[in-house]
């Protein structure tokens, strides 16, 4: 066991499925918690982990160590064979501190917080990975969209006489004669998302995934983070730089998809929600700490925001008097943004066995 091979890896709440995978010693109370978590979609953890062992060749067992911060990282990369980072900074120092580094594996696709030409340099293999769970994080974002345009919620079975006139809607049908006969029900307020202006608070792995498909609706994509994207990524995007008032002002749809720090807390508060058209939505699959609860219940029940759409809630699970509950422009889901779980699940099969066939090669 002493020859194991070391991997260090940036610790996260999905990244402990790579010790609980490779590092035989690794907390019997932690594996039990993921096959807890994975059961609803992977009732056989423990067989899903014995197909990836398979696959993972020299890598193990291995002994994998979790680290919070860049110190921490270079004070365990003397004898480490493969890095796995998310955000954690990775330069010519940290590299010059893992002489037996064959592979640094970026938890992700952007590479903003990696020196890819120190990497290169030192002859380390750079990877990376198009996380299924990030795309099933802006599919869901756009489900959102899609029910607040097209009141969804509201419509769902709404196909019966009866049901219309419970809800307000009397049906009235049209001279078929000489109209079409859409909208029967006579709902007033549904909107498309083409020639729509959507505006996203960070363009990082997430954001990425949403501007992509926003393009593929013909929407107009706006976009605001502390440091511009280069202009490859926003032609790539179809995606225009502005400064947060003019997102905030032109926006039709305002995403705010940003890590939840002191910094980014409240990002979006009264003074934000003034800049806003009155027809505009916020559509959430961030942390709801990114946008001031008050305010925004405040400016729905004033008319200044048009909806609100928020996947992960202020308190889960949320009282069930909370007044977001009791408001129709409001779509509310429980932090399932990127599920099913098989998305994780997924990622990570893929990238074990990746980095066992390259550290190999």
């Not at 001279?175 to 729509?196: I, K």
């Amino acid at each position: 066991m002493a020859n194991r091979p070391v991997i260090v890896v940036e610790d996260d709440p999905f990244t402990r499925l790579i010790p609980i995978v490779l590092d035989p010693t690794s907390s019997e109370e932690r594996r039990a918690a993921f096959a807890d978590f994975m059961a609803h979609d992977e009732p056989d953890f423990d067989g899903w982990i014995a197909r990836v062992r398979a696959g993972a060749g020299s890598l193990f067992p291995a002994d994998v160590r979790l680290v919070a911060s860049e110190s921490e990282m270079r004070a365990n990369l003397a004898d480490a064979v493969v890095l796995v980072t998310e955000s954690l900074w990775v330069g010519p120092d940290d590299l010059a501190a893992a002489p037996r580094l064959k592979a640094v594996q970026k938890f992700g696709l952007g590479l903003r917080n990696i020196d890819a030409a120190a990497v290169k340099a030192k002859g380390v293999k750079l990877l990376t990975i198009r996380r299924r769970a990030n795309i099933a994080c802006a599919e869901h974002a756009f489900a959102l969209m899609l029910m607040l345009a097209r009141k969804l919620d509201l419509m769902n079975g709404m196909v019966s006489k009866q049901r219309f006139e419970a809800a307000g809607f009397p049906v009235r049908p049209y001279d078929r004669r000489h109209v079409p006969g859409g909208n029967y029900g006579r709902v007033p307020g549904t909107r498309s998302l083409h020639g729509a202006t959507i505006g996203i608070i960070g363009l990082g792995e997430i954001g990425r995934e949403i501007a992509l498909r926003a393009s593929a609706f013909g929407m107009r994509v706006l976009y605001h983070q502390r440091t511009r994207s280069p202009e490859s990524e926003e032609r790539e995007l179809n995606a225009s730089y502005a400064p947060m008032a003019t997102l905030l002002a032109e926006s039709d749809w305002i995403m705010p998809q940003v890590p939840t720090t002191p910094a980014t807390r409240d990002l979006i508060g009264q003074a934000e929600l003034s800049q806003i058209k009155p027809s505009a939505c916020i559509v959430s699959v961030s942390n709801a700490l990114v946008i001031n609860k008050d305010a925004v219940t405040e400016a729905l029940h004033s008319g200044r925001l048009a909806g609100f759409a928020l996947d992960t809630m202020y308190q889960e699970p949320m009282p069930d008097g909370d007044p977001l509950l009791h408001l129709d422009n409001v779509v509310l889901t429980p932090r399932m943004a990127g599920s099913p779980r098989f998305n994780g699940l997924d990622d990570f099969e893929e990238l074990i066995t990746t980095l066992a066939r390259e550290v190999r090669s």
